[in-house]
């Protein structure tokens, strides 16, 4: 791995499902993405080697960035484009650039994977008072995700929806840690909660000690 510089996420999402795409739109501060664009989520440490990544991926590519984030600890870029091609060659230059595989990234950890039934009013109320997404209903089933790294949070949401009836009410992708709300009825968050595990087991990478960070 390149000195000084530690790869935690590198995630494509192949098609983004509508309320994925939707949810991304009112909260991305670059170009807003669109439904069924694929898009690359790019974590990395320390957070302000993110610019040099940004510029590799927009001087050799045609992607489109929705988010960089600068952090002092971590930076995230996500990037999109209608040709899947033009995003993995993004990825590729990256992974270039840097001397590095895909395999170098850390492996995704669910932290929590939670499921809450017949959700009482006055939390739904809660919950729908900090969501940027979709809205849940009392009685309504909750689940609730919270992964490292964060980045992974956003292919989780997507692989979800493409599995379940399910309705995206909050995603974080970014930070700590990653964080994922969904509602709906129970057997579609139970479908939705084993596409997110699978998603996230599916992944490969170098060993993840999140438990003890």
């Known amino acids: 791995m390149a000195s000084g510089f530690e790869l935690r996420t590198f995630s494509y999402i192949d098609i983004l499902q509508p309320q994925t795409t939707g949810f991304l739109q009112t909260v991305a501060s670059g170009y807003q993405p669109l439904e069924g664009m694929a898009c690359l989520y790019v974590e990395v440490a320390p957070g302000m080697a993110i610019n040099q990544v940004t510029d590799i991926c927009l001087k050799q590519t045609s992607v489109q960035p929705g988010f960089m984030i600068v952090e002092r ?5 996500e990037v999109h ?10 990825g590729a230059r990256i992974l270039d650039y840097f001397g590095l595989r ?3 990234r850390l492996r995704p950890v669910a932290l929590t994977s939670e499921i809450i039934t017949g959700i009482e009013g006055h939390q739904a109320m809660l919950v729908n008072r900090m969501r940027h997404g979709d809205l849940i ?7 609730i995700l919270e992964c490292h790294p964060a980045a992974y949070a956003a292919i989780a949401c997507n692989e979800a ?3 379940a009836n399910i309705s995206v009410l909050e995603m974080a992708a970014m930070g700590a840690y990653g964080r994922l709300y969904l509602g709906g009825d129970e057997a579609n ?5 084993r596409a997110v595990l699978a998603a996230l087991k599916s992944i490969s990478g170098r060993e993840n000690k999140a438990v003890s960070e």
């Open 161 to 163: 929806e493409k599995a």
């Open 189 to 193: 968050i139970k479908e939705a909660e």
């Open 102 to 104: 895909e395999e170098d």
């Open 81 to 90: 484009h209608f040709d899947q091609g033009q995003v993995r060659e993004a």
């Open 137 to 143: 209903s009392e009685n309504q089933t909750l689940y």
């Open 73 to 77: 600890s971590y930076g995230m870029l």
